[in-house]
């Protein structure tokens, strides 16, 4: 049963003269602004609100029942049919606490400093309960929410942060509210009133409660919401079932969150979202951000589409395949190494391809590279027809960094030379090819000044050497980076190090990448997914 249905709801902030604010406006000059939302909630389900801070989250849920201050709203907010967006002060006070129920996330700066909780409470309970009830309800209220009855005579400045947030949430269900909304509720607790207070959320949900709940916490989430709204810039860009979204993200954003969540990456190197939002009123607004972005995603506004069982605000309907390898087949006199291999590789993806040496890993990645024309099957990038070996050639492409560098760089070149060799092949423009030399030397961490570009291959450590290889991929802006046990032969330090640059460099370029290696450990740490090669056949591992 529905509860609440917003639709089209926009917010503009003013400016503290109290003139609003235009949409057009600089991001510095604005406050978060909500555009386009619509959204329904419904009884007897949790519906978690997340999103980096500054999204708009709580604009949304204080939009409900117009608790904001300086802003103008537009739309509709239908409440039992009445569009709380039309409704005056007076009116939607009726709705307030004994329909609609907040918990605010500064909760020790929600209630009045100078009134003892007692008597804050029973200024909630008086509007449905006589006043010879109230004491008693009052002390069922806190036990209920774990906290003892003697707080009734303490001031909010008493109170911890935890207890602050307890009270707060004993008034939200006083009047027994229909929809209750919690503003980051476990945010001020310890582990132990967390769970206390997430227990008591799910048995309101149980018991028919409509329960909104912006939060930060995604592990909470994927263990108690049934619907998540993930959030950017003002707008909704991925809603749907909470565990699969978690799951399998299919907005970059969303991705992006959950992979930079240590709670659900307990064992896992955490990734960041590359780049910082900027406002723009044309456009997807996760434009300077995004990793598959087209150059139309800069003028084109994306529509909140349905796509599979979820809906995702995004011109090109999600995330998509970068790559596909399709029944691939291999032998070597006569005797088959891989048998009808099939791997799909998205956007920004990290995985791994593990398994004992001699399984045909480095085949399978010499096939997808282009280096390697003699096999059954096809590989597809993006869905053109280009093979891969036109892919290892072109920029925006596929390349690869060999387990020994030596064996695709000629030792007897400069660094310059080893790594401007692509840029002169394709005809890049000699000015051009300097700055993109001294660039990628730059994002591998070496010097770019003349002397190291004069400097032989040959003269170079182990460690160095490596980091040329990775550059002289680097310069022709792969979409696709795939390494070849490029660890397997160096120190625990030296692999730590060249691991850590290759994750910086992946999120600062935006690119995807596959590990070929037969450390699972390794795979585990960075990996988005994993598969294992044996006996000719790959398959993803959980």
């Known amino acids: 049963m529905k509860i609440i249905e917003i639709k089209n709801l926009q917010v503009e ?51 409900i029942t117009n608790i904001l201050e300086d802003a103008s709203i537009n739309g ?52 449905k309960y006589a006043k010879k009830e109230i004491k008693s309800k ?60 997430l227990k008591l959320i799910k048995d309101l949900k149980l018991s028919g409660k409509t329960i909104i709940l912006v939060t930060h916490d995604l592990k909470l989430v994927k263990d108690y919401a049934d619907k998540i709204v993930v959030m950017y810039g003002g707008r909704i860009v991925e809603i749907g079932d909470a565990k699969n979204i978690i799951d399998n993200p299919k907005h970059m954003y969303t991705k992006g969150l959950i992979n930079s969540c240590v709670d659900l ?13 900027e406002f723009s009123n044309e456009g997807c607004s996760f434009y300077n951000r995004c990793t598959q972005r087209l150059s139309y995603c800069k003028e084109k506004n994306p529509i909140l589409n349905k796509y599979e069982d979820r809906n995702v605000y995004c011109n090109r309907g999600g995330i998509k395949k970068l790559l596909q390898a399709k029944s691939i087949s291999k032998s070597f006199r006569k005797k088959e190494v891989l048998d009808n291999c ?51 050639k072109e920029f925006g492409g596929v390349q690869i960094i060999m387990q020994n560098p030596y064996d695709c760089i000629n030792d007897s070149f400069t660094v310059y030379e080893a790594i401007s060799e692509p840029l002169v092949i394709n005809n890049i423009n000699k000015n051009d090819i300097l700055n993109d030399v001294k660039q990628y030397l730059d994002v591998v961490s070496l010097n770019n000044n ?60 935006g690119l995807s990448m596959i590990f070929v ?17 044996k006996d000719k056949k790959i398959k993803a591992l959980v």
């Open 13 to 63: 902030y003013k400016n503290s003269n109290g003139i609003k604010n235009s949409l057009s406006s600089c991001s510095q000059q604005l406050r978060p602004v909500l555009k386009n939302i619509d959204l329904d909630f419904y009884k007897g389900e949790i519906t978690c609100i997340v999103g980096e801070s500054g999204c708009g989250k709580t604009t949304l849920i204080k939009s």
């Open 76 to 127: 509709n907010i239908y409440y039992n049919k009445n569009d709380l967006a039309k409704m005056d002060n007076k009116e939607l006070n009726k709705l307030r606490w004994s329909d609609i129920a907040y918990v605010f996330q500064n909760s020790k700066g929600s209630l009045n400093p100078r009134t003892k909780l007692k008597k804050q409470l029973e200024d909630v309970l008086i509007r």
């Open 138 to 197: 009052s002390i069922e209220l806190l036990e209920k929410v774990g906290l003892d009855s003697d707080c009734l005579e303490l001031y909010p400045n008493e109170l911890s942060g935890g207890m602050a947030q307890k009270f707060c949430i004993a008034m939200a269900i006083s009047l027994e509210a229909n929809t209750i909304i919690f503003d980051e509720p476990t945010s001020s607790l310890d582990s132990e009133s967390r769970d206390y207070i």
């Open 265 to 277: 990456n307990p064992y896992k190197e955490l990734s960041i979202i590359p780049g910082i939002y």
């Open 342 to 392: 099939n791997l799909d590789i998205y956007f920004s993806d990290i995985i791994s391809i593990v398994g004992k040496s001699g399984e045909g890993k480095s085949t399978l990645a010499n096939i997808i590279s282009g280096l390697d024309e003699n096999y059954n099957g096809e590989v597809l990038l993006e869905d053109t027809n280009k093979t891969p070996r036109d892919m290892m």
């Open 450 to 509: 003349e002397e190291f570009l004069n400097t032989k291959v040959s003269s170079l450590s182990g460690g160095q050497i490596q980091r040329v290889s990775i550059a002289r991929a680097l310069v022709m802006k792969p979409k696709l980076l795939i390494a070849d046990e490029i660890t397997s032969m160096m120190d625990a330090s030296s692999k730590a190090n060249i691991i850590k640059y290759l994750k910086d460099i992946q999120q600062r370029v």
């Open 517 to 533: 290696t037969h450390d699972i450990a390794l795979a585990k740490r960075i990996s988005d997914k994993i598969f294992l090669l």
